[in-house]
């Protein structure tokens, strides 16, 4: 069964950055592909990010772009989500998952089967 745990969630203000962290526990990411999704109260989970297993391909959401950025760090067998210039409309509920996919990287959360508990973001003055 394949876990993952999310971190590094929080209180943070409109323009302030946080990093996300998304730990495999009983198997290895290297060849896995990682989403990030998000929900916030009362409406769908949008995918946000995904990495592809080697690292070299990525992919976001438009309303992300140019102020997320997903990395990985096999060795650490983690993957990461740096938010910047954050905004109200980011709040939310910040899931990972992954999965076996060798032909780039997947950001819609339907394409994965288990999701971790999720670390909470919060941007608000």
């Known amino acids: 069964q394949l876990q993952v745990v999310e971190s590094g969630g929080g209180l943070v203000q409109p323009g302030g950055s946080v990093r996300l962290s998304c730990v495999a526990s009983?198997?290895?990411?290297?060849?896995?592909?990682v989403a990030w999704s998000r929900q916030a109260p009362g409406k769908e989970r949008e995918g946000v990010s995904c990495?592809?297993?080697?690292?070299?391909?990525?992919n976001y959401v438009d309303s992300v772009q140019g102020r997320f950025t997903i990395s990985r760090d096999n060795m650490k067998n983690t993957v990461y989500l740096q938010m910047n210039n954050l905004k109200p409309e980011d709040t939310a509920i910040y899931y990972c998952?992954?999965?076996?996919?060798?032909?780039?990287?997947?950001?819609?959360?339907?394409?994965?089967?288990?999701w971790g508990q999720g670390t909470q973001v919060t941007v608000s003055s």
């Open positions: 990495i592809s297993h080697a690292g070299d391909i990525t």
């Open positions: 998952a992954a999965r076996q996919y060798f032909g780039g990287c997947l950001i819609t959360p339907a394409e994965y089967r288990q």
């Open positions: 009983g198997f290895s990411l290297n060849y896995y592909t």
